[in-house]
C-alpha cells in the first residue's frame, strides 16, 4: 500500500514483485489447505457414516478451486497490466 500512495507513483517493478509475493503465499495457503482436507477425508470415525463428512469435503474442494481459478485469473490480469506498464513505460 505504501508503495501505491507515494507521490511519484508506484514503481512496477516492486509492485509486480509484491503481487507474485502475495500470490505465492496464497498458493502456498490453498495447497496447504487441499492437503488438510484431503487427510481429513481418509479419518472416517463411522465407516458406515460418512456421507456428511464426504459432502462437506467435496464442497470445500470445489470452493478451493473456485477461489484458485479466480487467483489465476488474477495473476494473468496484474502480469498484463504490468507487460502494458512495461512496453508505455
Known sequence: ????????????????????????????????????????????????NDYAARTATEISVRKLDSVLGQLTNMQEIADEYHGIRSRSG
Open 1 to 48: 500500500m505504501e508503495e501505491l500512495a507515494k507521490q511519484g507513483g508506484p514503481r512496477s517493478d516492486v509492485v509486480g514483485a509484491q503481487c507474485h509475493e502475495f500470490m505465492q503465499a496464497v498458493k502456498e495457503i490453498q495447497m496447504t489447505l487441499r492437503d488438510e482436507i484431503k487427510s481429513m477425508c481418509e479419518y472416517r470415525p463411522y465407516e458406515n
